[in-house]
């Protein structure tokens, strides 16, 4: 299956849907159970008492860490977007709140929450050392973060025939790094505690201040 592309007025992707959570493809199922294994320690770890999830997309995450922390205050922001929305209606709890935001200039205090997400969405935005600088501003304790570890990404879908054209970069992809440069991303804004390389992504546990 492709994924489900929508672009807002401005020209910027609002959705790149694939349903990689009930994939019956049982490569993709593996992979993808990597990923969420690696996400569940690290966010074990971080053990937040109030948490932001920036670009939460379809609040599969948000939703399930609502739940896990229970009166804990958890706000997910993302773009407009109707299929979004339609996916925030039924993802709710009573400590979880939405916010139609962009990352670049979130309007929350200083160190508002104790942890900020982001969970394959710094490729997206047009300017993910702000967006970073955003986060860490906004968060007290920990950032948790992860993107697509490439080159190794983009030669995946051209080995599968996706996006030939575009040298196998998905839509809405705006930035490419390694892990090592990722790394080197994150460590301006505190101390990487843990980098995990679930294939073929890069996630981070960063620890603030």
Aim: some cysteine; hydrophobic content about 40%.
């Amino acid at each position: 299956m492709s994924p489900t592309v929508t672009v807002d007025a401005e020209g910027t992707v609002t959705g790149n849907t694939y349903d990689k959570y009930n994939t019956t493809n049982p490569v993709a199922k593996r992979l993808q159970a990597g990923f969420e294994s690696a996400l569940e320690d690290l966010f074990a770890k971080a053990a937040p008492q109030s948490l932001l999830d920036v670009g939460c997309g379809e609040a599969h995450h948000t939703h399930q860490w609502a739940q896990q922390l229970g009166d804990k205050r958890v706000v997910g922001i993302d773009l407009d977007d109707p299929t979004l929305k339609s996916f925030w209606e039924e993802r709710t709890a009573p400590n979880l709140e939405y916010k139609i935001l962009k990352a670049e200039n979130m309007p929350f205090e200083d160190n508002e929450f104790d942890v900020a997400t982001a969970i394959e969405v710094l490729e997206h935005v047009p300017d993910p050392e702000h967006t970073v600088a955003e986060m860490a501003r906004v968060a007290s304790g920990y950032l948790l973060v992860s993107v697509p570890r490439e080159p190794m990404w983009r030669m995946l879908n051209m080995a599968r025939g996706a996006y030939w054209k575009d040298l196998g970069n998905t839509p809405g992809h705006l930035n490419h790094w390694s892990k090592r440069s990722f790394i080197e991303l994150l460590s301006r804004h505190g101390e990487v505690v843990e980098a995990r390389s679930p294939f073929p992504w890069t996630m981070l546990l960063v620890r603030l201040g």
